[in-house]
C-alpha cells in the first residue's frame, strides 16, 4: 500500500518529491541523505503528525 503524507493545506509529500530529494544528495553520505528526506517531511507537515511509522532502508556500494 502506498503512503503519502499531506500537511494542512494538502501539499503532497509523496514519491516524486522522495525521488527527487535521494537524487539531489546521492552523493552524500547514506545517513546524511535519510535524514534530509526525513527533514522535509517535517518541514512540509509543519507539526501535523506523520500518518503512519516511517522505515528507511539505505545501502550504499561503491
Known sequence: MRR???NSTEEEFG???L???LTDSKNLPIKT??????S???LILNGIEKQDD???IGIGYK
Open 4 to 6: 503519502i503524507e499531506f
Open 15 to 17: 514519491e516524486e518529491r
Open 19 to 21: 525521488y527527487s530529494i
Open 33 to 38: 541523505s535519510i535524514e534530509n528526506a526525513l
Open 40 to 42: 522535509s517531511l517535517d
Open 54 to 56: 516511517i522505515t528507511v
